[in-house]
């Protein structure tokens, strides 16, 4: 069974920086393409970053580009999402999720298959 456990979302003022993991189990996370999503209140949950399977990566939020990583740990299957200068307007749930047969780029979230549980990142000023 197929799982994706996420951590490390909470508050953080302005200019602060957070890491968010996401730890795959029931497969190996470097065989499927990945990706961060995050979702305002009110707003459509959207692909910040992606990794493929290969390892190639995708940014695709132009507000947060420059101010975040995404990154693999095959050895521990997981997938962090590093973040600094956070803003108050990356105040956010972030998701994790996980796609079959997916190359590097930006994609809806109907693509992805597998999703964690949010992760609630407040920004304040």
């Known amino acids: 069974q197929v799982q994706l456990v996420e951590s490390g979302g909470g508050s953080v003022q302005a200019g602060g920086s957070l890491r968010l993991s996401c730890a795959a189990s029931?497969?190996?996370?470097?065989?499927?393409?990945m990706g961060w999503f995050r979702q305002s209140p009110g707003k459509e949950r959207k692909a910040v970053v992606t990794?493929?399977?290969?390892?190639?990566?995708?940014y695709c939020d132009g507000s947060v580009t420059g101010r975040i990583t995404i990154s693999r740990d095959n050895a521990k299957n997981t997938v962090y999402l590093q973040m600094n200068s956070l803003k108050p307007e990356d105040t956010a749930i972030y998701y994790c999720?996980?796609?079959?047969?997916?190359?590097?780029?930006?994609?809806?979230?109907?693509?992805?298959?597998?999703w964690g549980q949010g992760n609630q990142v407040t920004v304040f000023s």
């Open positions: 999720a996980a796609a079959n047969s997916l190359s590097s780029g930006c994609y809806s979230p109907t693509l992805f298959t597998y």
């Open positions: 029931g497969y190996t996370a470097s065989t499927k393409a």
């Open positions: 990794i493929a399977s290969g390892g190639d990566t995708a």
